[in-house]
C-alpha cells in the first residue's frame, strides 16, 4: 500500500498527531484568593504580547462601563459573564489561547473563592505549569495553601509563585522576602514540584509581566512571559513505560476502496512511553500478546511514536480489543485490580459517605463502582490527615477506598497522570461529582495467573 494513497484515504483523519516540528505547547493555570489579579494578569499577558484581536479589543471597550469609570478592564478578557464582570470576581474555567515566536500557550483562568475550588480542579487538571497569586499586601492565607496543595495534589510539575500587587507595597524587596520565606516553610510538605519560581510583579502596570520593571533592581530573575517561555517541559511526560487506552476501533469500511478493505487499527492517545514497529505488545484485560505491525498518524507512517501523540495502530494478530482495554507495552506492567485507593476532590453538594455508588471514568472506559471507606480528609491548614471522616463535604478532599464492578488496569498518578486518574460522576445526575488521583497498584497485572475476568 503506497502512503500517499493512504493519506489520501485516510481513516486517522480525526486523529491529528503532534508534529516533531511543531512549537512546543504550554498548558498553565491561574489560581489564588479572590481579588489577586488571576484574571488582570493574563489580560496583561495577552496585551503586552499582542495577542489580543481587534475585534476582542473593541469588545473589551465596550464592556468597560460594568465596571465602572468607563475604563478598560483587562480582567474582562477572562471574565465574560455578566455576573463575573459585576461582582470582580471569576466563577466558571475561562481558556484562552495565545502564542509567541518560542511557544504556544494555554490558558486556564481558574476562580479563587472557596466555593469554586471544584472549578480550580478541573482547570488545572491538564496543566504542566501552576501559576498561584498572591497579593503583597495580605501574604500568604488559606487560599494560597490550598491551591498549592491542590496543584501539588495533581502533579503539577512546574509551579510559580507570583507575588503581585507588588506597586501596592512599593515594590518592597523585604516585604517580597518575607512572603517567599512563608511559602517556603510550607512547600517541603508538598515536595512534588520539579521547579519553584517566586516573581515579584503588578499585573496592573505591567511590572515583570512580560517587560522588566525598573522599580526591582534588586530582582535578578526573569519575567514571568521569559519563564513561561523557557521553562523546561519536555520531559514532563512519562517516556517510561507504553501505555494506549483504546478510544475506538478502526475500520474505514468503504466498499470502493479496496486498499482499505481489511484495514483494522486502535486508535487513541498514547498516555505514556514509547512504541515502535516490531515492538512485543500486551492487550489487557484480555491477556493476549501481539506485534506492533504498523504506526499511522495524520501525517502518515511512522517508525516510532511517542506521548502524548495520537495514532492508530496495526498488530500482526487480530486480537479482540475495543474501546476501554488498554494496549501496553510488555517490559513494565500496569496494575490490576478492582480495590482501589485514591485521593479525591469532591465536586458535589451532597456529601460523599461509604457505602454510595458512582460511574467511575478512567481512560476511554466507564465502570460502576462503590465506595467502600473513607480513611482520611486533609486538614488544608496543617496539610494533615484527619482520620476516617464521617462524609466528605463539597471542596474537601480526602482518600477513599473504592470497589469497581470490574478490575482497572492503571498506574498510580505519581506515575502517569493520564492512567492514575479517575472521575467520579452521579448517575442520577451525570454530573460529575469528583476528580481522583490513584494510588500505586498494590500488585501488578500477573499474565501468568488467568485471573483477569470476573
Request: proline share 5%; charged share 25%.
Amino acid at each position: 500500500m503506497e502512503t500517499s494513497h493512504f493519506i489520501k484515504n485516510n481513516p486517522c483523519k480525526s486523529v491529528k498527531s503532534v508534529s516533531q516540528h511543531s512549537v512546543e505547547l504550554l498548558r498553565f493555570n491561574t489560581c489564588g484568593s479572590v481579588d489577586d489579579g488571576k484574571s488582570t494578569l493574563i489580560g496583561r499577558l495577552l496585551y503586552d504580547s499582542k495577542s489580543i484581536m481587534e475585534d476582542q479589543m473593541e469588545a473589551l471597550e465596550r464592556s468597560a462601563d460594568i465596571t465602572g469609570g468607563g475604563q478598560v478592564n483587562l480582567a474582562n478578557l477572562t471574565d465574560g459573564l455578566r455576573a463575573e464582570r459585576e461582582q470582580g470576581i471569576t466563577i466558571d474555567v475561562a481558556y484562552r489561547f495565545f502564542a509567541t515566536p518560542k511557544r504556544k500557550f494555554i490558558v486556564a483562568d481558574t476562580p479563587g473563592h472557596v466555593q469554586y475550588t471544584r472549578n480550580m480542579v478541573t482547570g488545572a487538571s491538564t496543566a504542566n505549569l501552576s501559576i498561584v497569586l498572591v497579593d503583597a499586601r495580605h501574604g500568604v492565607i488559606e487560599q494560597t495553601r490550598r491551591h498549592s496543595y491542590i496543584s501539588a495534589l495533581l502533579g503539577i510539575p512546574h509551579i510559580v509563585f507570583a507575588i503581585n500587587k507588588m506597586d501596592l507595597v512599593d515594590w518592597s524587596e523585604e516585604r517580597f522576602r518575607e512572603i517567599r520565606d512563608d511559602i517556603e516553610d510550607f512547600l517541603p510538605k508538598l515536595d512534588t514540584f520539579k521547579d519553584v519560581k517566586f516573581l515579584p510583579l503588578s499585573a496592573l502596570d505591567g511590572g515583570n509581566v512580560v517587560d522588566p520593571s525598573e522599580h526591582t533592581p534588586w530582582y535578578e530573575g526573569p519575567t514571568l512571559m521569559g519563564h513561561l517561555e523557557s521553562v523546561h517541559i519536555a520531559s514532563d511526560w512519562n517516556l517510561n513505560a507504553f501505555r494506549f487506552p483504546v478510544q475506538w476501533v478502526n475500520r474505514p469500511n468503504n466498499p470502493t476502496d479496496k486498499t482499505l478493505h481489511d484495514f483494522r487499527g486502535f486508535s487513541g492517545q498514547i498516555a505514556g512511553g514509547i512504541v515502535k514497529v516490531g515492538q512485543e505488545v500486551l492487550a489487557l484485560p484480555s491477556g493476549r500478546n501481539s506485534t506492533v505491525k504498523e504506526i499511522w498518524t495524520y501525517d502518515g507512517q511512522l517508525e516510532e511514536a511517542f506521548s502524548p501523540q495520537s495514532v492508530t495502530l496495526v498488530l500482526e494478530d487480530d486480537l479482540d480489543i475495543s474501546r476501554g482495554d488498554m494496549i501496553v507495552g510488555t517490559d513494565s506492567l500496569p496494575g490490576h485490580s478492582a480495590d482501589i485507593s485514591a485521593r479525591v476532590c469532591w465536586m458535589e453538594q451532597r456529601p460523599l459517605q461509604p457505602g454510595q455508588k458512582y460511574f467511575l471514568k478512567h481512560g476511554t472506559q466507564t465502570v460502576q463502582a462503590k465506595v467502600i471507606s473513607l480513611d482520611s480528609r486533609i486538614n488544608i491548614q496543617t496539610y494533615e490527615p484527619e482520620p476516617h471522616p464521617a462524609e466528605l463535604a463539597m471542596n474537601d478532599i480526602g482518600e477513599v477506598r473504592l470497589r469497581t464492578a470490574k478490575p482497572l488496569v492503571f498506574d498510580g498518578y505519581t506515575t502517569n497522570r493520564l492512567t492514575g486518574s479517575i472521575v467520579l460522576v452521579e448517575p442520577s445526575t451525570n454530573a460529575t461529582a469528583a476528580a481522583g488521583m490513584l494510588r500505586g497498584p498494590e500488585k501488578v497485572y500477573q499474565p501468568e495467573y488467568d485471573d483477569f475476568m470476573i
